[in-house]
């Protein structure tokens, strides 16, 4: 199956190795997932999305010992500068959440840092689906002090606080759990609001099999899918946007979707 990927090696960003945002795209937003992979187009973040990584950046500095002051300079001087070429509205309110969710996340690490020892951060993993290549890379690498057994923290930064794991964030566990053998475990910050400080709640998934088929079921329709297009025009001509979707709200992807299929 992997000679059906390795056909658009030379196109757009190729698609290999597969990465979570890769399956993510081909299964629930085809068209973006052409335009980035196959045609080559880049866009432009969203302010919620920059909030997630350097929220997380300025916790991995403060566990390396920076003050929490100068972690939080850090992590708004980042923000910044990420935010320079976007054009979401979002940017201001986002900005303003910044150390809320800062404060959260350094509290609650604290607390376990007696029982706990950070190993790595952003450590990058591998491991094939099916044959085919995947790469990913993990938030929070710690081992107990106590049992001496190592464990994954995926930090999410969000709006609201979820009443259970959603599809996409258990498939992306699952595939962390298959590439490490170890415990992956979900951390959410919630964003402080006018009456309400930030939250913070974790998730664990019981059962990762189940995810884990979800994903090897994509890599199996994804191999099926590329047999039947050898070039961006069969891409392009197998694919019909809906105008309505709500990925045409950015404005780079609409005229992307413009110049690519016409409308």
């Known amino acids: 199956m992997i000679e059906h990927f390795k056909k658009f090696d030379d196109y757009g960003k190729g698609l290999l190795p597969l990465s979570f945002s890769h399956l993510n795209e081909f299964a629930f937003y085809r068209e973006r997932w052409a335009l980035r992979r196959i045609f080559g187009y880049e866009f432009p973040t969203s302010a919620p999305a920059i909030r997630g990584q350097v929220v997380e950046s300025g916790i991995n500095m403060f566990l390396h010992g920076m003050s929490i002051e100068e ?7 980042e923000y910044d500068a990420n935010c320079l070429e976007i054009t979401d509205p979002k940017v201001d309110d986002e900005r303003n959440n910044l150390i809320p969710l800062l404060e959260l996340g350094t509290k609650t690490f604290q607390e376990y840092a007696y029982r706990w020892t950070l190993l790595n951060y952003q450590k990058k993993v591998e491991v094939e689906i099916d044959g085919i290549p995947f790469i990913g890379y993990t938030d929070f690498h710690f081992e107990d002090k106590n049992t001496k057994e190592d464990f994954f923290i995926d930090l999410k930064t969000s709006k609201l606080l979820p009443q259970k794991i959603s599809i ?3 498939m992306q566990q699952a ?46 329709v994804m191999g099926n899918y590329l047999k039947t297009v050898n070039s961006p025009d069969d891409v392009r001509n197998s694919l019909i946007p809906n105008p309505d979707n709500w990925i045409w709200k950015e404005q780079t992807v609409l005229n992307a979707r413009k110049e690519v299929w016409g409308y």
Do not use: F, G
């Open 168 to 170: 996409s964030h258990a």
């Open 175 to 220: 595939i962390y759990q298959k590439a490490t053998n170890a415990k992956q475990i979900l951390w959410y910050l919630k964003n402080p609001t006018k009456t309400k400080d930030a939250e913070y709640i974790a998730m664990t998934l019981d059962d990762y099999s189940e995810p884990y088929k979800i994903c090897q079921h994509i890599v199996n």
């Open 71 to 77: 972690a939080s300079e850090k992590m708004i001087a």
